[in-house]
């Protein structure tokens, strides 16, 4: 089962940048991952807590196209949807759109998976929380 987007809006800051001027890729991996964190609290899951319980949700495949660049200053939309992508694996859907224009900057799929405390890949059931119907997603 595959949710409905949710979206996070941020703003270029100019030390993201490169020499070039542009948002260094790097960069880009640090949106797609707080934009994630606000979805999952969204739909009422706090990673740091199912840290403290020895859970940690871990990426463990990232593939990233780059479309278009940003800049200083420019205002952007993250996206994100997610779906079951195997029995312990979780699939997250994102894009980043420019704000005024929707000129696509990039998009992204990023596999993840719940890690034990012997690091041992599972499904814990705080997770079913993500797939749960949700309406009204920002």
């Keep these: 089962m595959k949710l409905d987007e949710f979206t996070v809006e941020f703003q270029v800051r100019d030390y993201e940048c490169d020499f070039q001027g542009i948002v260094n890729n790097a960069v880009y991996l640090n949106y797609l991952e707080h934009c994630r964190h606000e979805f999952a609290k969204h739909l009422g899951l706090n990673v740091v807590a199912l840290a403290r319980q020895g859970i940690n949700l871990v990426v463990i495949r990232v593939e990233m196209d780059y479309k278009s660049p ?33 000129r696509l900057i990039m998009t992204a799929h990023i596999i993840t998976a719940a890690m034990n405390s012997q690091g041992k890949p599972f499904f814990p059931e705080e997770l079913k929380i993500l797939f749960h119907e949700v309406t009204n997603l920002k």
């Design 70 to 102: 940003l800049r200083s200053g420019d205002h952007f939309l993250v996206n994100t949807s997610i779906e079951q992508y195997s029995r312990i694996r979780l699939a997250f859907h994102q894009k980043i759109l420019h704000r005024d224009t929707g």
